[in-house]
């Protein structure tokens, strides 16, 4: 079953899962066991994550373990229907179609619930909200899911503070394996990738302001530097504040450095980190872009309603032309950059993240859930995190050094 743009395009799609494959090991490695295994046999497993050729292999490798799969994607922009096709043709229920509104967005998300999942894994918490508030009675029959976003995260942490979160998850954006190589590599390759291809214009001496400094802005921080920009750093929290700093950035507020950007990235979660005032004051031709889950870090409506004329100026760039005749330009609008005008991250990264989310389903079919022990709201299990590091550093050709058993005795004594 599914509900799709065309199913013609698979084959399209096919070319784009089978580029991915090739350069995903440790994917192929998961596929190869789970096919044997069968971790998965008898469970729904439902998926809300960017539907790109990426997702796209890491839902067949669910599918070789045994899971049924209802797959939808987690933003209207990013979701390539030729990709959808694919899966549909694989016989995979599939959800999802580009640049869907708002309530079409939801009926899918809806269609990958109904049928009662046993395993959630989701991509900013929309699945999980949906469960908890619309179909509450489905709520026993969940072993457990799994969350890859800072965004998802934080929902989870508030849901769990207010007692709503009634199955366990699996914190993926908390594995080492995923926020340092994931969040920093990937997210400071791919948003750049689509900045650049989006507009094809220089970063190179240019001011970037990059709005937050979690592992996220680190990476578009690093790559902006390395293409020759000037970097400002705006934040709320004091601590990440000073290592912008100690970093060699310039830290400040957000209505300070609205007068000297040429570019801003949003990377922070929250709302309205880009408002009115700033609107301002900012140079004719500024771009203006998102990196967040959501598309609510620049006020959007206020932008709207401070132009007196709008018009697209290329494709994923709509130009607002303030009454002193200023042109502000957003890309994509306001949504996640790197995806909505972009492929996402590489593929070697997401091999990385997939492969985590995965073994993560992997233990929560297993135990049947969490084992006895691990809280509500757990992060991976140590040992998945090194699994994947260990199995991508043999699969790279490299080894490291092993401690003697002195060695380790020496480390695990008090008595130095």
């Known amino acids: 079953m599914y509900d799709i743009a065309d199913i013609s395009l698979a084959a399209g799609g096919q070319d784009k899962i089978s580029w991915v494959k090739s350069n995903m090991p440790l994917l192929r490695h998961l596929e190869a066991e789970f096919s044997k295994n069968k971790p998965f046999e008898g469970l729904t497993v439902a998926l809300s994550i960017h539907l790109e050729a990426k997702t796209a292999y890491l839902c067949r490798v669910l599918a070789a373990g045994g899971a049924k799969m209802y797959i939808t994607g987690s933003n209207p922009l990013s979701t390539q229907d030729d990709v959808a096709a694919a899966l549909a043709a694989d016989g995979l229920n599939v959800y999802a179609r580009y640049g869907v509104d708002s309530k079409l967005y939801k009926e899918h998300l809806k269609k990958v619930i109904e049928p009662g999942p046993h395993i959630i894994i989701d991509d900013g918490g929309d699945l999980v909200n949906l469960i908890h508030n619309e179909y509450q009675e489905l709520l026993p029959r969940v072993l457990g899911g799994c969350e890859e976003t800072t965004t998802g995260i934080g929902r989870l942490v508030a849901m769990q503070a207010a007692g709503k979160l009634h ?16 969040n920093r590599y990937g997210t400071g390759q791919s948003v750049w990738d689509a900045i650049n291809s989006t507009t094809n214009l220089i970063a190179a001496g240019k001011m970037v302001v990059v709005a937050g400094y979690g592992w996220c802005c680190k990476g578009v921080a690093m790559r902006a530097l390395g293409l020759g920009a000037s970097l400002i750093v705006t934040e709320i929290d004091p601590i990440k504040a000073l290592e912008a700093k100690m970093d060699g950035f310039k830290v400040m507020p957000m209505r300070d450095a609205a007068a000297l ?10 709302k309205d980190v880009i408002d009115t005032e700033d609107f301002k004051l900012m140079k004719d031709g500024a771009i203006l872009c998102n990196a967040g889950h959501f598309n609510v870090e620049i006020n959007i ?73 691990f809280p509500l709201l757990s992060d991976v299990p140590q040992e998945i995190d090194q699994e994947v590091a260990r199995l991508l550093l043999e699969f790279s050709g490299l080894e490291i050094d092993r401690l003697t058993s002195e060695q380790s005795n020496y480390l695990n004594s008090y008595n130095l």
């Open 167 to 182: 199955f366990p998850m699996i914190c993926v954006n908390n594995a080492k394996c995923k926020y340092l190589f994931d």
């Open 261 to 270: 950007g040429d570019i801003f990235i949003t990377v922070t979660g929250c």
């Open 301 to 373: 409506d206020s932008l709207e309603a401070a132009a007196v004329e709008k018009k697209q100026r290329r494709r994923n760039i709509m130009g607002y032309k303030m009454a002193d005749g200023r042109w502000l330009n957003l890309l994509a609008e306001g949504r996640l950059v790197n995806l909505a005008a972009g492929d996402g991250h590489p593929a070697e990264i997401m091999d990385m993240s997939f492969a985590i989310q995965a073994l993560s389903a992997a233990f929560l079919a297993k135990n049947k859930g969490l084992p006895s022990g």
